[in-house]
Each structure stands twice: as structure tokens, then as C-alpha cells.
């Protein structure tokens, strides 16, 4: 029969726990942080006619550039769905420099 292994897990959370804490508190601790952008936030349709327009761009073109289909922007537009996330960080990012899609 195998012998058995004793395993102090909850030792080897101890540390980071109490350094998660100390964090928490406004304590200096030598951690890696991350923090993430927010979601971008929904576009009207209108909102999206007006970047395309402000790079003379056709549906079928302004869809190449985002990487999706020409169906894609024309319910855009139309109001029938609304772009994912991939598409709203691009169309967000045209809207303050249109000309970084071209």
C-alpha cells in the first residue's frame, strides 16, 4: 500500500493570501498588478454611419477595414445588431482617429 502524503495547501496560500491583503490595506507589497480596460461602450448606428462617412468610405470598404462582412455594417447601421467587442475597440479607436483604419 502507497503512503499517504501529508499536504500543507493551505501554507502555501498563506503568503499570497496575506500579501493580497496587505495590497488591499494601501500597504507596500511587491506585486504584479494588472488592471484592464474597460468594455467599450455600445455605439448607436448613427454613431457608426457618421465614422464611416467621415472616411468616405462605402459599407462593403468600411467592412474590410473592420474585418467583417458588408452584411455585418448594414445591420450596424439599420439598428438589427450591434458590433462585439473586437469590432466596438475598432470602431471606438476610428472615431477619435478615422484615418488609423486606412
Not at 54 to 74: E, G, N, R, T
Not at 79 to 93: E, V, Y
Request: overall charge positive; some cysteine; hydrophobic content about 40%.
Amino acid at each position: 500500500m502507497a503512503k499517504k502524503k501529508k499536504v500543507k495547501s493551505f501554507d502555501e496560500l498563506r503568503e499570497p493570501l496575506a500579501d493580497a491583503r496587505a495590497y488591499e490595506h494601501g500597504e507596500e507589497v511587491d506585486l504584479r498588478v494588472t488592471h484592464f480596460a474597460a468594455p467599450p461602450r455600445p455605439m448607436k448606428p448613427d454613431e457608426i454611419r457618421a465614422i464611416r462617412e467621415s472616411l468616405h468610405a462605402s459599407q462593403s470598404s468600411f467592412a474590410h477595414f473592420l474585418c467583417v462582412s458588408p452584411k455585418a455594417v448594414q445591420s450596424w447601421e439599420q439598428g438589427l445588431r450591434r458590433p462585439q467587442n473586437t469590432a466596438l475597440r475598432l470602431l471606438t479607436i476610428a472615431k477619435k482617429n478615422p484615418k488609423v483604419l486606412v
